[in-house]
């Protein structure tokens, strides 16, 4: 039987209740569990001396048991403290519902503990450490633990242990790839690389586990691409569009011209729409560069032949974006639309409305976001299928559109920045536009690096900003005061600026724990101008356009991916007016910051992704890149591209 029909209940300790918690983290079968990939690992700390703990370190402390042992008890309730020493201080240990632990912690035994250092009456302690002899912790050492992403009901140990169970009963599996082809490559055994996924012994196994199942991964991958490659290119489409005199119209009435790469971008649309085969493109442009505008004109083609066409985007936020300059658009160009927003937070009556008048053909140009198209959305005739900052239309999507009825055309907008070579691989299924251009008048942006101290400097320069009638962006990595109090945060922000401005600043604040209609609410107050500057998590990352905007303050730039950076950079720089990035950089470093220098010297997308990973090391895996991009669970286009391309060939040497 195939791992994917054994159900994690056929193993052992996995009874009906953490089935149902499995369930929540889409762990079903045991194959799921397999590829259950830790989110990173934790490797055990060198030995601390006492003298030199802080509050909150992890740390791993070598000390003689003093003869202090003491024992409260209350109900069931035991509490266990005794202290240890080493030659620099004594630290406080602490262990409850523990009844044993007294012929243990004898006096003058060693022993390493392991834990996080809390205060507690002005002095150290550990609760709950793990223990270890001194002479088995060397082997802990080199071991690394792995941490998965979780929910509530279960921790990475039951998981660990899950995977074990999995080993012992189901173990060795069989594998499927060529045996010279494993050697040649010094490949592990698939059932040697599951293992070593969860279970690592050292770095060296993990590397090599990790690389056999991103090998896997991607071969699989290709092997779909191909089948949907080979479907694509058969289908044929009676959505035959051929008149272009209104968005060529609506083209040169706007107060721009397009870029060349906009232009061509749209012969090709219009080459697909009118030849009868359903069109599969995409288009890929990095920040900026003006995808929406070539969606647009498809979009207005489309209506105009008498058809329906829809974009989707990732949010409520974007999606709202896009509709007010559709609107807006519509009404300058007089282009015949009849748009519609449908989003998650449009509900009841009002959703009814908008899904018969959909159904009915009353909306000709439907903008939402990707998952009400999951729902069941019945279309008059819809010819046309956008989707927007989505790295890859799902296949179950697509799926879901084609049985609405006739073929749609479909065009997916991607800024994931990679080489043309290495998209003509993931898309292979895909026809590929590359917008390389910006708008001309675009001036490159200036970025600089600062620590906090330089703050001030900043919010001069915000003012002077505000007061040429321009806009920002100040990003904060969370949403409220957190354990980690170094971390700057959206919701005490506003007393750091009321500080500074005495109210003569306007801002709102926005994150994604917000409703989403009071997110919408704020983007589009943004947009209209009504304040000057948006208090922001991460939520804008996407997309988001307020070409008025000209400076964006990132705080604690240190905690973000510099993907993620170069993607918040792309929020401003968007106009004509020049435009500034402040990286605020937490701990101090400023220019020092190697990371950050990258993001200050380069706004090439792909450059920056790989610099990303060439200074975190290979060796790094307390932040292992999870490709959100391609929805891969272990291998990454970019860290393991060569494993990619090996996949590749293996494909079509035995595909
Ligand atoms: P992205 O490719 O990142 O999705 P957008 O479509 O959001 O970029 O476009 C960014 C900004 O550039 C928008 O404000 C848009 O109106 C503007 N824009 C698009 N095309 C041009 C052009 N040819 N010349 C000048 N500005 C343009
Ligand atoms: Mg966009």
């Known amino acids: 039987m195939h791992l994917s029909e054994v159900s994690t209940k056929q193993i052992k300790g996995i009874g009906d209740k953490t089935a149902a918690v499995l369930k929540k983290l889409s762990i079903e079968s045991v ?32 000390g003689v048991v003093d003869p202090n042992f003491y024992e409260k008890k209350g109900g069931k309730m035991v509490v266990s403290t005794f202290s240890v020493h080493d030659d620099t201080g004594t630290l406080r240990m602490v262990f409850f519902r523990q009844s044993y632990l007294r012929s243990i912690f004898y006096p003058g035994k060693n022993f390493v503990f392991y834990g996080t250092v809390r205060t507690n009456n002005g002095k150290f302690e550990l609760q709950m450490p793990e223990y270890y002899k001194p002479e088995d912790y060397g082997a802990k050492l080199k071991s690394l633990q792995p941490v998965y992403a979780l929910t509530k009901g279960i921790t990475s140990k039951a998981i660990q242990k899950y995977v074990q169970a999995v080993i012992d009963e189901i173990f060795p599996v069989s594998d499927t790839l060529d045996p010279d082809f494993i050697r040649s490559n010094d490949f592990l055994s698939l059932s040697d690389a599951y293992r070593y996924l969860h279970l690592p012994v050292d770095t060296d196994l993990l590397q090599k586990a990790r690389r056999r199942l991103a090998f896997d991964e991607f071969l699989r991958f290709l092997t779909k691409i191909e089948e949907s490659r080979e479907e694509n290119t058969s289908l044929s489409s009676d959505f035959i569009i051929r008149d272009y005199e209104l968005c060529d119209r609506y083209a040169k009435s706007l107060p721009f011209e397009l870029t060349n790469a906009q232009k061509n971008t749209f012969e090709e649309i219009k080459e697909d729409i009118s030849s009868g085969f359903a069109m599969r493109r995409l288009i890929q442009g990095d920040v900026g560069s003006g995808k929406t505008m070539v969606a647009f004109l498809s979009m207005v083609a489309v209506c105009n032949a008498g058809y329906q066409s829809a974009m989707m985007a990732p949010t409520e936020v974007l999606a709202t974006q896009h509709y007010e300059k559709l609107i807006k658009d519509n009404e300058t160009y007089h282009l015949n639309l009849k748009p519609v927003l449908l989003t998650g937070s449009v509900t009841g009556a009002k959703k009814r409305e908008i899904l018969k008048g959909i159904e009915d053909g009353t909306y000709n140009a439907v903008i939402g976001t990707h998952a009400i198209f999951q729902e069941k959305v019945v279309f008059q005739n819809l010819a046309l299928v956008i989707t927007d900052e989505q790295h890859r239309f799902g296949v179950k999507q697509r799926d879901a559109l084609s049985e609405k009825g006739r073929i749609p055309h479909v065009l997916v907008l991607s800024a994931t920045p990679i080489p043309r070579t290495l998209s003509l691989t993931l898309y292979a299924d895909l026809k590929v536009s590359v917008m390389d251009e910006l708008p001309e008048k675009r001036i490159p942006i200036k970025s600089c690096i600062i620590g906090p101290n330089m703050r001030a400097t900043a919010y001069k320069f915000l003012g002077e900003e505000i007061a040429k009638g321009h806009q920002a962006y100040i990003i904060c990595p969370m949403v409220e005061e957190n354990e980690d109090v170094s971390l700057e945060n959206v919701t005490d922000y506003p007393k750091k600026l009321e500080a500074y401005f005495h109210g003569g600043l306007k801002y709102a604040v926005l994150h994604g724990r917000m409703k989403a209609a009071d997110k919408e609410r704020i983007m589009t107050a943004f947009a209209r101008k009504e304040f000057d500057c948006l208090i922001s998590t991460t939520v804008i990352e996407v997309g988001i356009d307020v070409p008025n905007s000209t400076l964006i303050i990132i705080e604690n730039a240190e905690r973000f991916g510099l993907a993620t950076l170069h993607q918040l950079r792309g929020r401003v720089g968007r106009g004509d007016a020049q435009s500034f990035c402040v990286f605020i950089d937490g701990t101090g470093k400023g220019e020092q910051n190697e990371r950050l220098k990258v993001l200050k010297n380069s706004t090439d997308g792909f450059f920056i992704a790989k610099e990303d990973l060439r200074l975190r090391g290979p060796g790094d895996l307390t932040g292992i890149r999870q490709s959100g991009d391609m929805n891969f669970k272990i291998g990454d286009i970019i860290n393991d591209y060569d494993v990619l391309m090996l996949a590749k060939e293996y494909f079509e040497n035995h595909g």
């Not at 194959?31 to 601390?48: F, G």
């Open 31 to 62: 194959e799921d569990l397999l590829w259950y990939a830790p989110r990173s690992y934790l490797k055990y700390p060198e030995i601390t001396k006492i003298n030199t703990l802080k509050e909150g370190d992890i740390v791993a402390v070598k």
